[in-house]
């Protein structure tokens, strides 16, 4: 296990359209598609509902990565929300995904790559999994602006295996940063 502030606590996939991903001891991302033998894994669109208005647009959510931090601090609130409990595949310690601009490559081991695209634009199949979750994930500033907290999407550059302990290395993008939008 590596010893650091930015390192993988948890990986999870599952090959069916479910809400939660049962989290394992290894997953296998493949460059432009995704983690191997999960749903959402595709060069194209693979969420059922962006697919009904969208079936040809490229998949720009190959892999859904949050911070324990934010699963920690929902328990604290009265959610139970284990690894993979919000259908993420990559649970990360030390890092502040949100804060990271479009374009940010995570290299998560010693050879995956992937590439931020966006924040996860949740659904209310959240408040299914635990009643009323759905209002600490998003929710209004004081300024009116939405505050999305359910983790950011990415797309995969370099294939490689992932798993728990893993480091994870930060390379910010060049120029002018751009915040993350939902995706």
């Known amino acids: 296990m ?19 991903k049962p989290t394992r001891d290894s997953i296998r991302l493949i460059a432009g598609l995704g983690v191997e033998g999960d749903a959402h894994a595709g060069a194209l669109v693979q969420h059922r509902s962006r697919q009904r208005t969208g079936a040809t647009a490229p998949n720009l ?17 009265g959610y139970d929300v284990a690894p993979g409990g919000l ?7 030390g890092i502040d995904l949100l804060g990271l601009p479009v374009g940010t490559r995570l290299r998560l081991g010693e050879e995956a790559v992937v590439e931020l695209t966006g924040l996860r634009n949740p659904c209310t199949q959240i408040n299914g999994y635990r009643e009323g979750l759905m209002k600490q994930l998003v929710h209004r500033d004081a300024s009116g602006e939405v505050v999305r907290l359910a983790g950011v999407m ?27 939008q939902a995706v």
């Open 2 to 20: 590596t010893i650091g502030p930015a390192h993988v606590v948890a990986v999870a996939r599952d090959d069916a359209h479910r809400f939660t």
């Open 61 to 77: 959510r190959q892999v859904h990565l949050i911070h324990a931090e934010l699963l920690e601090e929902l328990t604290g609130r």
């Open 87 to 93: 259908g993420e595949n990559v649970t990360t310690r």
């Open 154 to 180: 990415s797309i995969v550059v370099t294939g490689g295996v992932v798993r728990p302990g893993d480091p994870v290395d930060i390379t910010l993008p060049a120029g002018a940063p751009h915040p993350l």
